[in-house]
């Protein structure tokens, strides 16, 4: 996850992104990614878990659900983000929510919002949730085809209103492949007429429903465009508008760095930011948690686990992580200048050879 405007400048999510580098530095988890079900009401055609209306085999019960949030809150991390699957279908969500709110964890609720109503959004306030991510992939008639249920943008859309008008902010996310890139440009401005302070695009992860698409990713040209717009849309206001967050795509942290020491711009800020945490944050400060308790470098590899919190707990998971982080990594990402800053996608890594210390295979850099 590269945040590009606070990395480089400043913006909304500099305080965040101060104690979150600072719970790393500390031995702590920076975030905690949670899947809490597999369960879903879309059909999303890149969806990393498959998700459906099954529930996981093993998934985490009621009682171990509110024990891990527990763990959570006494091992200290900063930022918790409540995911899926469709969160809101697990029946102890607000549970969970309320168990956050006890430690006084902040939360980041990541769905699609349509189980959003008045009431929802009131509880959403009530629990102290001040910040939601939800999905957009284009226009009205492609992103409802995309999830596999008509009328889904215009709920989305109409949630996002009743949401901020609580004082609830918004993010968007949304997957750059090869049906969604066409729309991309234009969802930018889709962010910002809907008042949402930040845009959070992943590049495609060929795992779960996604698995052997490699047709539908894009080129690399393609994402050098995407990040050659962002940079000049940040570049009109360093330290304001809206955040672009870069999923799955490390390297674009790297080739923005390039770009503005180009244009004669200092990047110390940046640089320094990387070399304690780099642009990959697997293995420094990240922990996935899926639906069964598994304890996962990223959420985008659910397949690899280095132990379950209900035999290792958070504080046995984060120091499995922590030396995974400290690794060196091998072949071209190993050899290049950029690595303490980068690493490489660790998941993609994963996804094409098996091994987590491996090359990336999608680099700005070099491909």
């Known amino acids: ?48 878990v ?30 918790l983000f409540v995911t899926g699957g469709e969160p809101m279908t697990r029946p102890d969500f607000w549970d969970i929510l309320a168990r956050a709110q006890h430690h006084g964890i902040r939360v980041v609720v990541s769905t699609n919002s349509l189980y959003i109503d008045d009431e929802a959004a009131d509880r959403l306030v009530q629990l102290d949730v001040d910040y939601l991510a939800t999905s957009l992939y284009g226009p009205e008639a492609f992103h409802d085809a995309y999830v596999g249920a008509k009328g889904a943008y215009r709920r989305t859309v109409e949630n996002i209103a009743r949401l901020k008008k609580r004082g609830i902010k918004v993010g968007i996310k949304t997957v750059v492949t090869a049906s969604t890139y066409p729309h991309f440009f234009n969802l930018v401005q889709t962010t ?47 330290d304001r508008g809206i955040e672009y967050d870069i999923g799955a795509l490390p390297s674009i942290a790297v ?29 420094k400060g990240l922990m996935g948690i899926n639906a069964e308790g598994n304890i996962l470098p990223c959420s985008f590899v659910q397949d690899f686990s280095v132990g379950n919190v209900r035999e290792l707990g958070i504080r046995g998971g984060v120091q499995k992580l922590f030396e995974l982080g400290r690794s060196p990594i ?11 800053l980068c690493r490489g996608c660790r998941v993609k890594a994963y996804h094409a050879s098996g091994n987590i210390l491996g090359s990336d295979p999608i680099c700005l850099m070099r491909n």
């Not at 949670?34 to 879309?42: E, F, Q, S």
């Not at 498959?50 to 900063?78: F, M, R, T």
């Not at 695009?201 to 393609?222: F, I, M, P």
Request: one cysteine or more; glycine letters at 8%; aromatic letters at 6%.
């Open 192 to 238: 910002k007429d809907l008042g949402c302070g930040l845009l959070y695009a992943c590049d495609l992860v060929e795992v779960g429903r996604a698995a052997n698409q490699r047709e539908t990713r894009v080129s690399g040209d393609q994402l050098r465009e995407i990040a050659d717009f962002i940079l000049a849309d940040v570049l009109k206001d360093p």
């Open 255 to 283: 080739y923005i760095m390039k770009k503005l020491k180009e244009r004669g711009i200092d990047v110390t800020k940046g640089v320094a930011r990387m070399k304690v945490k780099s642009a990959c944050p697997v293995g």
């Open 50 to 79: 498959d998700a459906d209306y099954s529930k996981a085999p093993n998934e985490l019960s009621p009682a171990e659900a509110l024990e891990l949030v527990d763990q959570i809150a006494e091992a200290g991390v900063p930022l």
């Open 330 to 340: 091998d072949g071209a990402c190993g050899e290049c200048e950029a690595v303490e």
């Open 1 to 48: 996850m590269s945040h590009v405007r606070s990395l480089f400048f400043g913006g909304s999510l500099e305080e965040i992104g101060q104690r979150t580098l600072r719970a790393f530095q500390e031995g702590r988890p920076s975030e905690i990614i949670w899947n809490i079900t597999n369960r879903c009401n879309l059909t999303c055609r890149h969806c990393y």
